[in-house]
């Protein structure tokens, strides 16, 4: 398949600009993909729930960014290709946006506490704060537990993440039942998993 090159958006709030890849939802062929929905393509790589601004204090919604352009190749390479790659707010910026906001709307809290809870797991800063900071660690898993409570079962992938959160925390049979009438390859392993009682992330492929 021939890709197209990224798109161009710009921060609401104070006009940096960021490249989105085209199909950030679907994760190509080359695609590194894990059970918590998360995935690592170097071509197609994932949009975050909520994107990281140099210049503001948190980020902005991908769906509040103003495109700028929809280059072709010849055009991205003359005008665009020095642009930086949209990224999710670090680990430390998602707990105190968290700490912080009194009240969110229920889309926002759940991309935040999505990417934190992928921050976790996926970043080196997150990693390390999980590893040696108990009080991350624990903000952390409260903040996992929150998110769960927000994923509605209506919505696939939301199943998936909810499901994917109850065998993470050791909650299996929960796990399995929720996804009792999925059949896609995903929940499979995930139940496979959930049934040996493993509640490790994995890799999916
Ligand atoms: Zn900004």
């Excluded at 398949?1 to 709030?13: D, G, N, R, S």
């Excluded at 949209?86 to 935040?112: F, V």
């Amino acid at each position: 398949m021939h890709m197209l090159p990224p798109i161009v958006i710009e921060c609401p709030e104070c006009g940096e600009r960021y490249l989105l890849s085209r199909n950030s939802t679907i994760p190509s062929e080359e695609a590194t993909l894990f059970s918590d929905g998360y995935f690592i393509d170097e071509t197609n790589w994932r949009t975050p729930a909520i994107i990281g601004c140099v210049t503001c204090e948190l980020g902005f919604f991908p769906q509040n960014g103003k495109l700028i352009a929809e280059p072709d190749w010849e055009e991205f390479n003359k005008q665009w290709a020095h642009i930086k790659k949209a990224e999710p707010p670090t680990a430390g910026s998602l707990a105190l946006e968290l700490r912080t906001r009194k009240i969110m709307a229920m889309d926002a809290e759940l991309a935040i506490r999505k990417e934190f809870w992928y921050a976790g797991f996926h970043t080196e800063t997150g990693r390390i704060l999980m590893e040696k900071n108990e009080k991350f660690r624990n903000y952390w898993n409260d903040s996992r537990e929150k998110l769960e409570a927000l994923l509605s079962t209506t919505h696939e992938e939301s199943l998936l993440l909810k499901a994917e959160i109850n065998r993470q925390t050791g909650r299996f049979k929960e796990c399995i039942r929720l996804l009792s009438a999925m059949n896609n390859p995903w929940a499979q392993k995930i139940v496979a998993q959930a049934s040996l009682k493993n509640s490790a992330l994995f890799q999916l492929n």
